[in-house]
């Protein structure tokens, strides 16, 4: 049963081969059996996950169920869950029971969605591998020495290790992709403002944007249905019909028209991830697609802009964890200033605090214009970029990351390489653009992701160009040893 | 030395909306503590704010007043800093560029004439809450009602000279909001509130001096207080060889000072940069086209109205347009009345006005409404009741007892008009003071007064006093 797709398992529940609450025991199980190896959930939600599945069944006798009803999902906790702990990943929300639910969360109940817990993944989303977690690193499945990538690493361990169908996960600069990539699964990242960042606790807001990881480009498209739409709780919601994420699945890629950024193939990309990108651009070819070659000149800008701007938005939206109304106050305070220096002190990590002085300091009088002002024009150079080459090719395709898993530890002393990482990534959460992960091949052993890159709203025809590829091969039904 | 005040004042008028700028919480006063305070408000992790597009609306109203352009394109940005009662770390305002420019208002100055004072901007954001220092045995308790409530920041240029022009300003905005029906102008609740920004230099001078803020003056006589105050400390300061020096003073209205609250080096640096969470807030033409369409009569344009075209003095036109209430008040009386506009104001002015003082009532709550005034002064034009007698019916009818023809036919309140019945009252008067006459007939005019008071006080006060004074003249000189 756990090795079924989104699509085989809601068509399992509507031929009755199983009960919803069926289903959600067996996922709990595998939880409760294999998560000690992966530290993928951070909250197993067992009891309310069954009482929902037998909502979902009743619901399905009634006749009343959805495409989705009665599916188990595991939500990143960064998503507010109505009384239930959302600690994005912070000693600082140990604590907080969230008093209402994100707009994803309630579009997922609304489908008959079964809760089955709350996902690991980086402190305040701000990392690359998930170990900058307040509740440790989450293991790969593939390598339990290996990172599975961040910040939505608990989602994509917890897929890969099929402890979960399917997974919401957050992107602010490649938090969905890159662990997707590097555990194996398929995960897309919309276009900015196609879902609700409401009750989604904020990193960087005008990068932030939430999506699904699930094993296929078919879940993933069935997924999105669900938590995309426009919102008026959240003002850069885009207002406008949501879209069918699944009807270009079947749509052949012949004719399709394939950018190569050569800027993505150059130093630093490791070679054995190169010919496994390259492989599959070769099968795209085979499929009937035109592949040129393109430019995106300043893509070498993108990590240094994100740098400024992530930071600088992320250390005035943590502004109100100040141990106030919320969240971890320390013991006895002296006074204000004492309350707010120990209680963010100890309440927040190491990479968190980095990332509220960098932005602070891009935002402080005297440098806002060098920094700030700055990589606000080159965010706009970038994704000039992009739209120049949209004009020559309906998708740009390339490596998702620089290299495979690395091991755990192995980055955690330089900040900057672990930045570097996210090159390939974070140029599409500047430009706003929808980017998504699909798995490629392995490179000793680890696997490796191919990034689709597509235009503004052009998700339907990436997740069409990815499901054809995956009709055409079986990277995305390999299973990690030992997950079997 | 002769020195000049230079003083720039910052009001903040919390917008008259339902609900909170970013939020769907109520906004009325007085609520139990964090009652009125919903996740957005209490920067909940992963809330998002919303623009409450009543807010705009109201922005625009008052940029049109002003003459001011509406900014087709302005922006949120965020102000940051720490306090307990600044639920997010940040205040939602507006920065660089703000929804309303540059524009005046023009106030009248007590020596006469008027002056044009600039305001540099408006621009809208969000109030704080509160802090409670008492009642919480050493700790500060913190009330999120406030917070998220509509302000908007009216920032005037350094054109007012003195502690009564700034008065003078900031009373001129305060009936302009209220025109304008974007703030109740509640200054005991904080919806009007002021900061003054004052500095002296020497007469002559063209730069201007160091300016202290000055904060907490939330009345009229406070902002007098308080400037007058700060303009005498800088001048001491300076002419004993001190300087000025730049930073936030609080105004302590119980001790009439001001005192030093932080200097500019510990002043935060707020970090501003426009809200992510916000769009720019885009205000098309045809939006600013249909608000122009409801702006009412603004206070000048009625004022002068009331001067041209109902014959009112500057002054008692002044006092009449203070308000929209009471202009709309004294016009309800002088269309029900059918004319006599000067009559009509002086009732609203006089009467009326010192029975509202006396209770501290808003003429929203007068017992006597315009249809009752109104009532009452054409039984004075129709000689049924005389002016003074009025003052009688007046105090009744405010007291409940009925309209104006109820209280004078119960209380036997009409005049008396009959000539013969005058007569003989004057005639048993003047019977029964032979001497008076005499003396007044010697030469005495000013026992006049004496002979129509005899005869009011047998008429308790009812005859007609023209017809009265007619009569009596001729008797006392026939």
Redesign the interface.
Known sequence: MHNKTLSELSAGLAGGDFSSEELTGGFLARIGKFDGQLNSFITVTAESALAQARAADARRAQGQAGALTGIPLAQKDI??TDGVR?S?GSKM?DN?I???D?TVIEHCNGAGLVMLGKTNMDEFAMGSSNETSFYGAVKNPWDLKAVPGGSSGGSAAAVAARLTPAATGTDTGGSIRQPAALCGITGIKPTYGSVS??????F???LDQGGPLARNAEDCALLLNVMAGFD?????SVERATPDYSAALGNPVKGLRIGLPKEYFGAGLDPAVAQAVEEAIAEYRRLGAEVVEISLPNTALAVPTYYVIAP??C??N?????G????HRCAEPQN?EDL?KRSRGEGFGEEVKRRIMVG?YA???GY?DAY?LKAQQLRHLIADDFKAAFEKVDVIMGPTSPSVAFDIGARSDDPVAMYLADVYTIAVNLAGLPGMSLPVGFADGRPVGLQIIGNYFDEARMLGAAHQYQLATDWHQRIPHGFE | MEWETVIGLEIHAQLATTSKIFSGAATAYGAAPNTQACAVDLGLPGVLPVLNKETVRMATKFGLAIGATVAPRSIFARKNYFYPDLPKGYQISQYELPVVGQGYVDIELEEGGSKRIGITRAHLEEDAGKSLHEDFNGMTGIDLNRAGTPLLEIVSEPDMRSAKEAVAYMKKLHALVRYLEICDGNMQEGSFRCDANVSVRPKGQEAFGTRAELKNINSFRFVEKAIDYEVERQIALIESGGKVVQETRLFDPDKGETRSMRAKEEANDYRYFPDPDLLPLVIEPAFIEAVAATLPELPDAKRQRFMEEHGLSAYDAGILTDSRDIADYYEAVVTAVGGEPKLCANWVIGELSSYLNRDGREIDASPVSSVLLAGMIKRILDNTISGKIAKEVFDAMWAGEGDADAVIGKKGLKQITDTSAIEKIIDEVLAANPDNVAAYRGGKDKLFGFFVGQVMRATQGKANPQQLNELLKRKLEG
Do not use: H, K, W
Not at chain 1, 197 to 202: H, L, P, Q, S
Not at chain 1, 232 to 236: H, K, L, V
Not at chain 1, 318 to 322: K, N, Q
């Open positions: 998503f507010c959302t994005c929300l907080f969230a008093p209402y994100a960042r409401y009750g989604m606790i904020a960087a807001s005008s008026p709780r959240d003002s850069t600088a938005e250390s005035s943590l502004s109100r964890m100040d106030v109304r919320f969240g204000l707010y602070t935002l402080s009088a806002y700030y």
